[in-house]
């Protein structure tokens, strides 16, 4: 893993500027900053901003505005994603030239008409229709102007990485570290470079928790399972792994995680409603 300054503890939070901060993005930004300075670490924010459709320009400077005025501070530069495909393309490419790479052509309809399961989130699982395409064909394609992406071999990933594990903290990082088993084969063969781009989120936050030497990870619950291919990844490509903590989710009335497609209200519309940041401060337990 990349050294860090003085050896201090650095932690890390995340947002993706595709739509304005609730009161969940708070919970998150507050319990990070809160416990980096409990460690007297680091606290780094990051623009994960690699959706260049969804994520627009006025999102990430609310983001900064929202925090600001919750009282959470960051240490500079911000690292924007958008600024690092060199970077990302770079990493993808080590792992392309050790076999672990292939293409695929695949639309969603099709991914999902011949899905062989859903991987953690839900989502189909692709069931390695292009793992074995020719080289004519795959050249024929590409020249043709396919839309292609690039695909973990997953199989041969694991058989080369043998057991992983990771260490968890939870439910805060000062309580006692477990050792979990990573289990990556439950996501198939990942995308790790979209159609659009050339990274994925799991390859980005991978490269970047190296190279900001990022020791303690805070995500929601909800993130835990994307750390089987976090941790493989890492080993594939020679980094670290840091001590991670998820933390719990805030829910609705309904008990639903809070989310920007559920209508959940934005800070900014609590904020014209008259609540202070102290107010969304002790709302979300702090």
């Known amino acids: 893993m990349s050294s860090t300054p003085n050896n201090k503890k650095t932690i890390l939070t995340g947002d993706r500027p595709t739509g304005p901060l609730h009161l969940g993005h708070a919970f998150s930004a507050l319990f990070t900053a809160h416990w980096a300075k ?4 680091r606290f780094l924010l990051r623009i994960e901003d690699i959706d260049i459709v ?20 960051w240490e500079e530069p ?4 958008s600024e ?33 399961g859903t991987d953690p989130d839900g989502a ?27 695909r ?41 470079q ?19 030497g990022v ?13 089987d291919i976090h941790v493989l990844l890492q080993f594939l490509l020679g980094f670290g792994s840091p001590l991670y903590t998820f933390h719990p989710l805030l829910l609705d009335a309904e008990g639903r995680k809070l989310a920007k497609s559920k209508g959940s209200k934005s800070l900014r519309d609590l904020r014209a409603e008259g609540w202070a940041a102290e107010d969304v401060r002790k709302a979300a337990g702090f």
């Open 54 to 73: 969804r994520g627009k320009p006025e999102f990430t400077a609310a983001i900064f505005e929202d925090l600001n005025w919750l009282g959470v501070r």
């Open 152 to 192: 973990l071999y997953s199989e041969l990933a694991i058989a080369m990485a043998g057991p992983l594990t990771f260490t968890v903290a939870a439910p805060t990082p000062l309580d006692r570290p477990q050792i979990r088993y990573a289990r990556p084969e439950l996501w198939g063969d990942v995308v790790i």
């Open 194 to 212: 979209r159609k659009d781009i050339p990274t994925s989120y799991h390859l980005s936050v991978v490269v970047d928790d190296d190279a900001q």
């Open 215 to 227: 020791t303690h990870v805070t995500r929601g619950r909800d993130m835990e399972p994307s750390t």
């Open 84 to 116: 690092r495909f060199p970077v990302y393309e770079s990493f993808a490419e080590r792992l392309h030239q050790h076999g672990l790479l292939y293409p695929c052509f695949c639309s969603r309809s099709e991914i999902a008409a011949e899905a062989i």
């Open 38 to 41: 409990r460690l007297g670490g």
């Open 124 to 150: 189909p699982l692709y069931s390695g229709r292009c793992r074995h395409l020719a080289d004519d064909e795959v050249d024929a394609r590409i020249e043709r102007g396919d839309p292609v992406q690039l």
């Open 78 to 81: 911000v690292m924007r994603q």
